[in-house]
Each structure stands twice: as C-alpha cells, then as structure tokens.
C-alpha cells in the first residue's frame, strides 16, 4: 500500500523478504504461469501472467468498447442522419437521448440476468440487443426505426456497463484485479475516440455497420473463455468453479486454498436469501451500499456528462476555438485512462480517487473563474486559456480515477447473494444521474454559467471528503475478505 494513505484494513503484513502470488496459497514454489513478485519490489519487476487470464479479459472488455461506440455515435452522425431522413432538431436530440432510457432499461434487469444465466451468457445476450439495434439503425429510412434501434443498443449498453466490470473483478486476482478492471473504461474511451474518428469519414449507415463487429467478435469468442468461478459457486457447480480457477490461474498454479475460500464463504451467504431491491436496504448492507450509490452519484453530479458533451459550447461560450478544444480532450483522455490502469494495482484505489477528484474539483473552479472574468469583463483575454486548462485538467483528472474506480470498486463490495440486486440499483442510478445532469446542463448554464462551474466544483469537492471519510482501500484483498470487512453481519448466522 501506498504510505501515508488511511487503510481500512486488517490484513497480516509480509516480510519485506517473502515472495507472494495472487492467490491465498501459502506455497513457495515458483508456480508457471502465474504472477510471483516480491512484495516490495512489484513495482518495478515485470511479471508474467497466464494467458487464459489475458484473453478472457480482453475477450470481457469487448463489450467496453461496444459502450463506447453507442456512446459515441450520434455526434459524427448526426449531420448525414438528419439530411438524408430529414430529420428536425428535436427528432435528432430524441434520437441521442434515447440511448440513456435503454441502458436505464438494461441497467435494471442486469443484475437478475447475470444471476440467472451467467456472465458470460448476460454479456451474449447484451450483444445480441446491440447486433439488433445497430441493423435497425443502419437499414432505417423512418425515424421511428432509428429510435427502435437506438433503444435496443441502449438496452446493451446498460447490461454490459454492470456485466463487463463484475465479471473481470471476479475472474482475476487480487493483486491484478483493479488494473484490469480499469480496462473496461480505457476501452469505452477507446470506443468513443475510434468511433469519432472513423465516422468523419464514413456514411452513418456503415458506420452503424461497422459497430457490430465488435459485437459479434464478443459473441462469437464468448464459449472459449471460462465462466466465473463465483457464480459457479453461487449456482452450486463446485467442481466446475474449481476447473475455471485453475484455467485463469494457470495449469500448474495451486488453486485449493482460493477455490476453498471461494466455496465456504459462498456457502455462508448461502443460508441467506438473495435480496431484492428493497431488500438491500438492510443495516448488514449499509455500508456497501452507501459506498457504492454514493460513488455513482458524486461521479455523474460532478458535472462529467455536460462537460463532455457540451465541451464544445463550452469553448465558444468563453471565447476558444471549439475544435481545438475537443480534439486537445481527446489528447489528454486516453493516456490519462492509461495511467490509471497502470497505477490502479500499484497505488490503490483511494489515493487515485482523492488525487482525480482533486483535480475534477480544480478542473471546474479553473472553467467557472473564465466564465466570472467574462461577466465581470476583466482579463477577457485570460478566459480562453482558463477555460481550456479548466477542461482539460477536469477531463485528465476523471480519466485518471473518477472515470473507471467506483465501477471497479462497484465490482468488489456487494456479496454474492445480493450482487445482481445492488448492481443493478448501482448501475441504475448511475444512468439516471447521467440523465438528469445531461438534461439539465442546458438550462443550468442559460441561468448562470459561472454558478454551474461553481456548483460541480463543491460537488467535486464533497466527493474528496466522501471518499477519505467512507472509501475503503480494496487493493490486495480478496474478493471475499472486502465483503466480509464491510458487510459483516452478513455470513452471521
């Protein structure tokens, strides 16, 4: 753990001499296939991985980069859309808004569907409503099916966003589990910058085309990779949780003391009923809870929705070029979204938040000073530069932690037993915070510009606090032993 950081836990500290592997064996044994690094010196040996583990992750991480080609969709299309359908305004913004009522709609049922048939069968099935959504969209020649079309992506969309992130946290180990789970935001960038680019030169129909490839590249890839071995134990399929551990962990890894961790504490929560919505709001579950909405509320009220989308208004309205603007975003985004996968599992969870939520915070004061100095007509020439560096350092620092941690801290603190409920609430009220701040960022910014950016800066602000006062650290630890730390009345009978 990083020195200095406040760490809520009680695990038993190594020797400074004792080599360690991602899993709760106590062999000393060097194990092919899987991670062995001295503790103090993991940040600066190189260490090898099973390849199992490589693949099934990237093969997960499709269904990021699906997210991210819905999302960024609308904006290269939308010239060619509305003149060749001749479409209004309205029509347009109905189009691109329908997207957040279909992941809404796929945010609520996510959680029931990846407990009844499986991860990797939810994230087949989320494919297959994308597939369909991106055929309608591509052959429409009416708006009500570009609508049809839309919503079906959106429905995917919010499947995926809660299935992707759960199954990488539990299919990798400990000591990798944050850095690869961050994959799934780098990949939504990824998928949002790629789509930008490859749409300012193609038609929108093939462009609509072209996102079901990978679509159908996860679709197909989805029955050679292991399900997870924590929903095998939940549905009692023992033997096959054990036979997919020892897949991600490498033939000769030795995978009994973390198959027989997985297995008993499963069956502990076992002797409890799985929880529906309204069950979750229980004492034994409080302090997940809150963590987890929490995390979802203070990301999206942070403003990031009406910055990213509005960047280019932003721009004009103090006074800055709005293409040089986006295309420096877009500069900053993806290496900073990098560099938190890199230092995810090296610094922890807390110390990048409290660092990337710092700077959301000095992001917004930075935009909402250019916008006062505009309404107090002083240093106008200042404002442009101001509102540049606001932006960029706002979309850096959220690219940074705020961005990919809460979905991966979203991923670890739930028990199995109300994991598909709570991840769904979750990612539900994460898309309709989306909403709310998407919908309103218009009207906030005709009332008071300056206000605005003072408002998501407190907010920005507040999630400082929230995070040192109420963010447990969850780097190094099990799956099982951060549940047990912050639900613990939960596998008491």
């Not at 299935?163 to 994959?183: D, H, I, M, S």
């Not at 960038?189 to 930008?196: E, N, P």
């Not at 739930?414 to 309103?440: D, E, H, Q, R």
């Not at 907010?459 to 969850?474: D, R, S, Y």
Request: aromatic share 10%; net charge neutral.
């Amino acid at each position: 753990m990083m020195r200095g950081w406040p760490i809520m836990e009680d695990s038993k500290s190594l020797e400074p001499s004792q080599s360690w592997i991602p899993l709760l064996s106590n062999t000393e044994s060097q194990v092919h296939g899987v991670i062995t690094c001295d503790k103090q010196m993991m940040q600066s040996e190189s260490c090898s991985m099973p390849a199992t583990l490589i693949l099934t992750t990237l093969v997960a991480v499709f269904g990021s980069y699906v997210f991210g080609s819905a999302v960024g969709y609308s904006s290269p299309a939308q010239s060619g859309i509305m003149d060749e359908l001749t479409l209004e305004v309205a029509d347009y913004s109905f189009f691109g808004s329908i997207l957040t009522i279909g992941a809404i709609i796929g945010a609520f049922v996510s959680g029931r569907i990846a407990d009844c048939v499986g991860r990797r069968v939810a994230m087949g099935f989320a494919e297959v409503f994308c597939i369909l959504g991106w055929l309608a969209i591509a052959f429409s020649n009416v708006a009500w099916w570009l609508y049809i079309g839309r919503l079906l992506v959106g429905c995917g969309m919010g499947l995926l966003s809660y299935v992707v992130p759960v199954y990488v946290a539990e299919v990798t180990p400990k000591n990798l589990r944050g850095g690869f789970t961050t994959v799934h935001q780098l990949m939504i960038c990824c998928g949002v910058s790629l789509t930008y680019l490859i749409g300012a030169f193609l038609n929108w129909r093939i462009l609509a085309l072209i996102g079901i490839i990978p679509c159908s590249a996860q679709v197909l890839s989805l029955p050679f990779i292991p399900e997870s071995p924590r929903w095998l134990a939940k549905v009692g399929h023992l033997a096959g949780s054990e036979n997919s551990l020892q897949r991600l962990r490498g033939e000769n890894a030795n995978v009994s003391q973390e198959a027989t961790e997985i297995r008993d504490y499963t069956e502990a929560l076992q002797q409890h009923s799985e929880a529906s919505i309204i069950g979750l709001f229980q004492l034994q579950y409080l302090k997940s809870l809150t963590v987890g909405v929490g995390l979802m509320i203070l990301q999206q009220f942070g403003g990031v929705n009406g910055i990213v989308f509005y960047a280019g208004s932003i721009f004009i309205s103090a006074g800055f070029s709005a293409s040089i603007g986006t295309i420096a975003m877009v500069a900053v985004q993806i290496p900073m979204t990098i560099l938190g996968v890199l230092l995810m599992d090296k610094s922890g969870r807390r110390p990048l938040l409290l660092a990337s939520a710092s700077g959301t915070c000095f992001g917004c004061l930075l935009v909402a000073l250019s916008f006062l100095l505009l309404d107090l007509h002083k240093w106008k020439d200042l404002s442009p530069i101001l509102a540049l560096a606001g932006v960029l350092v706002y979309t850096g620092s959220f690219s940074l932690g705020m961005g990919g941690i809460p979905w991966v801290i979203m991923s670890e603190i739930f028990p199995i037993n109300v994991k598909g409920s709570a991840g769904s609430l979750v990612t539900l009220v994460s898309w309709l915070c989306s909403w709310i701040v998407s919908y309103a960022f218009n009207f906030l910014m005709s009332w008071t510009s300056t206000g605005t950016f003072f408002i998501f800066c407190g907010i920005c602000g507040f999630t400082v606090v929230f995070v040192a006062k109420l963010v447990p650290e969850t780097k190094g630890r099990t799956l099982e032993e951060i549940q047990a730390s912050l639900n613990p009345f939960s596998t008491k009978t």
